[in-house]
Structure formats: C-alpha cells, structure tokens
C-alpha cells in the first residue's frame, strides 16, 4: 500500500504528467464505458427469437463483460497488489458471486434500477478499490475495511449493473431461466478472459523496478477515471429527469 507514504524509490508523477496519463486513461476508457449499453443489432436479434438459445446468450455474456470497461477497471483494481493465485481465486469468485447472484434475481423478478444510478455506483466502485490500494482509509480513519466483503458487495452492485442492461433486452419469458444462465456463464467466461489478459501485463510489470515507481501514480489515475464515471452517469441520471 502506497498512499500517502510511498514505498522507497517510488516516483511521484508531476502534475503534468499526471494529467497527461490520466486524460489517456479516460479516453481508453470512459469514451467506451459511455456508449457502453446495447447494440442495436443484438436488441433486434433478441427480440426476435424466443425459446432456448444458450450460444447466442453465452456469446453476448461474455462482449457485454469484455466491453464493460467499468468491470474491467474493477477486476484491475481488486487484483493489483494480490500476488497469489489461490486469493486472486477468492477475490475473484467472491465478485463473480456477487454479480451472478444479483443479475439473475434481478432479471428474473424483474427488479428495476435506475440504469444512471446504478453505474454511478460501479464507477464509484472503481474510485473506493483504487483509494483501498493507496491506502488511504488507514490514514484517514485509522481503519481498513474488510476487502473480501467490499468486493462482494460491490459484485452485487455489478449484478445489478448487468440485469439492466438485460432488462432493455426485452428477453421472451420462454426459456429465460436457460438464456440467463447462459448469458450468466458468458459473463463469467468474458471475465476470465479479460483477467488473464491483466494477470498476464501485471505479471511481468510487477517484475521490473518500474512497477512500484508508478503504481501510486496508476491507481491515482484509476481513481480519476471512477470519478468521471460517476459524474458522467449522474449528469445522465439529472437530465433524465
């Protein structure tokens, strides 16, 4: 944990560069997060086909969560500084948990969220994960949170996240315990792949002198990108109204 003393022979970015980095970042990922909803091919092909599709389910499972740079901000964020497989393991099923629990009791009693608020919430996600790995709630309030039960409570909000977006779907009710489970496994298998792909970065990152030097000046770069996440969605969820 760096924040607010980083550890010896870490770098603190200048603003300039700081900035520089953190405007990268936002274009890399809230550009894609805020069109982040449903294709309007994949709308009209759901709309169309009633009964038990598992593929077609599975494989808009897996692009939803491979698209979801909010997700991916929040799987980044949770496994930055875990170094062993078996506690990557439990974090990672303790979100996947969390967001199987709450998409599938979502869709399924069709509980609605408002879709602005909800994401406001995950980018938040991303914003509290990103100060956890700074360190900045032992300085602040002399205490740190559980991480296992924040991860799962932030996948239940994840859930949540999904199920709306499944809602403007518009599944048939026939075959919809099926589709959603597929959908489900989709999702899980789109979160395998996008975590290997980090793993396999942060891997070799964690093995040069570079990656204690930035990861105060990355996860301060994260936080930014949460906070216009959040604004975004809130700005949304104010003109909806």
């Given at each position: 944990?760096l924040f607010?003393?980083q550890?010896a022979g870490?770098e603190?970015?200048t603003?300039?560069?700081?900035?520089l980095?953190?405007?990268?970042?936002?274009?890399?990922?809230?550009?894609?997060?805020?069109a982040h909803?449903?294709a309007?091919?994949d709308?009209?092909?759901?709309?169309?086909?009633s009964?038990?599709?598992l593929?077609?389910?599975?494989?808009?499972?897996?692009?939803?969560?491979v698209?979801?740079?909010?997700?991916?901000?929040?799987?980044?964020?949770v496994?930055?500084?875990?170094?062993?497989?078996?506690?990557?393991?439990?974090y990672?099923?303790?979100?996947?948990?969390?967001?199987?629990t709450?998409?599938?009791?979502?869709?399924?009693?069709?509980?609605?969220i408002?879709?602005?608020l909800?994401d406001?919430?995950?980018?938040?996600?991303?914003?509290?994960?990103?100060l956890?790995n700074?360190g900045?709630?032992?300085?602040?309030?002399?205490?740190?949170?559980?991480?296992?039960?924040?991860?799962?409570?932030?996948g239940?909000?994840?859930?949540?996240?999904?199920?709306?977006?499944?809602?403007?779907?518009d599944?048939?009710?026939?075959g919809?315990?099926?589709?959603?489970?597929?959908?489900?496994v989709?999702?899980?298998?789109?979160?395998?792949?996008a975590?290997?792909g980090i793993?396999?970065?942060?891997?070799?990152?964690?093995?040069?002198?570079?990656?204690?030097?930035?990861?105060?000046?990355?996860?301060?770069?994260?936080?930014?990108a949460?906070?216009?996440?959040v604004?975004?969605?809130l700005?949304?969820?104010?003109?909806?109204?």
């Open positions: 944990m607010p003393l550890r870490a603190r970015w603003p300039t560069r700081l900035l980095l953190s405007c990268i970042l936002l274009l890399a990922f809230t550009l894609p997060a805020m909803g449903i309007t091919g709308k009209g092909y759901i709309q169309e086909i009964g038990i599709n593929i077609p389910f599975m494989y808009l499972g897996a692009k939803h969560m698209t979801g740079y909010d997700h991916i901000l929040f799987l980044l964020a496994v930055f500084f875990i170094y062993k497989s078996r506690d990557i393991g439990i990672v099923s303790l979100f996947a948990i969390g967001h199987s709450t998409m599938l009791l979502g869709v399924y009693f069709n509980i609605g408002n879709a602005y909800i406001a919430i995950i980018g938040f996600s991303v914003v509290y994960k990103a956890d700074m900045a709630y032992r300085v602040w309030f002399k205490y740190q949170p559980n991480t296992r039960l924040t991860t799962l409570v932030f239940f909000f994840h859930g949540f996240g999904l199920s709306t977006k499944i809602h403007e779907y599944i048939s009710p026939d919809l315990v099926p589709n959603l489970l597929a959908f489900n989709g999702v899980e298998l789109g979160q395998l792949l975590l290997s793993l396999i970065v942060m891997g070799y990152w964690r093995r040069t002198q570079t990656f204690w030097r930035y990861a105060y000046s990355l996860n301060t770069t994260m936080m930014t949460g906070f216009a996440l604004g975004y969605q700005t949304g969820l104010f003109l909806s109204l």
